[in-house]
């Protein structure tokens, strides 16, 4: 069974699908930007890596067990910010761009992959895949659809 959170496209990204259930807020701005959340019986870190005021915006998800759910609860200032983030390090996570606070598309991000490159560059890259990909698909049925 994967660790990674399941997305729906078009639900808002601090609550990423109908059955997710947000456990704790850590952060906000105008919407939850870095919680807690329950999917599936599994608990998950979501933070907004980047474009919290813009319309569109990055975030990520990383499953986290109970013991290290715990620990980011209590946490404060440094420990809690080291703790978040190593809770997206070394470990496969998920990626999503959301658009005016609704999903549009998602992509696993693998743990070597962010060792390398870091956690913004690796997101970054992982997703502008998926963005070329659905380019090169809209224009290819716009040829179709001209034939």
Not at 66 to 78: C, D, P, R
Not at 84 to 98: P, V
Request: glycine share 8%; with cysteine; net charge negative.
């Amino acid at each position: 069974m994967s660790d990674l959170i399941k997305l729906g496209i078009g639900e808002r990204p601090w609550v990423p699908t109908l059955d997710s259930k947000m456990i704790e807020v850590f952060d906000r701005l105008n919407m939850p930007t870095a919680g807690l959340i329950r999917q599936n019986h599994k608990l998950f870190v979501f933070d907004c890596l980047e474009g919290h005021a813009m319309e569109g915006n990055v975030w990520v998800y990383a499953h986290v067990d109970a013991t290290e759910a715990q620990k980011i609860q209590e946490a404060q200032g440094e420990d809690f910010t080291r703790l978040l983030d190593q809770a997206f390090t070394g470990k496969q996570i998920m990626a999503a761009l959301a658009i005016n606070a609704r999903l549009r598309s998602g992509a696993p991000v693998e743990g070597e992959t962010i060792r390398r490159l870091g956690l913004l560059k690796a997101v970054f890259d992982q997703l502008s895949m998926g963005l070329d990909i659905a380019s090169e698909t809209k224009n290819a049925m716009a040829q179709l659809v001209d034939c």
